[in-house]
């Protein structure tokens, strides 16, 4: 999938539901959001998405603080609405955020996509914050800040580059109490 596809589908979702949340847009877009206890420690599943007979489910481990938990339900409700037509109906650990895996980039541009605004991350940079500081003030990760400068600059926006470099599978290892 292509940059403006996911650049697009995103756009669409916030403008039809005037909405960034994950959780709430779940919830106009029917897909069941449950949460439940998966561990914290090392190698936990932060969550997944499935779907059969066409009803699409997002469940998010409930032991990862709430901003964790907000950037998984985007990640996952990218899945859900990137992937549904490719017959890909469960991601689970083996897969997921797999750091070579396509679909696993394609739905970390899309939570970064959804999560902030171009404008947001224009006012956090203009700000004087550095990279760190700016993903700090948007509730990021700064891995994820660098997906959306990626997105941005793909869009035509003039940024620097990031000083790091998000690999598709940075939310496996998030930590279930970290601070975004």
């Not at 991601?91 to 394609?106: N, V």
């Amino acid at each position: 999938m292509l940059y403006e596809n996911i650049a697009q589908e995103a756009e669409r979702i916030v403008k039809k539901y005037h909405e960034r949340d994950p959780f709430r847009l779940c919830r106009d877009l029917d897909i069941i959001m449950l949460f439940q206890s998966m561990g914290n420690g090392e190698g936990a599943v932060k969550g997944f998405y499935f779907e059969a007979c066409r009803i699409g489910t997002i469940t998010v481990n409930s032991d990862l603080s709430e901003d964790v938990q907000r950037i998984i339900a985007a990640h996952e409700l990218g899945h859900a609405l990137l992937h549904r037509s490719e017959g890909t109906k469960l991601f689970h650990e083996t897969g997921l955020f797999d750091s070579r895996s396509q679909a696993e980039k394609e739905a970390n541009f899309f939570a970064a996509e959804l999560l902030v605004s171009d404008n947001e991350v224009l006012e956090a940079l203009e700000g004087g914050n550095d990279f760190f500081s700016a993903a700090s003030a948007l509730g990021i990760p700064p891995e994820l800040l660098d997906f959306k400068l990626r997105m941005m600059r793909y869009k035509g926006y003039k940024l620097n580059a990031s000083p790091i470099y998000g690999e598709n599978g940075f939310l496996k290892n998030i930590q279930a109490n970290a601070a975004v």
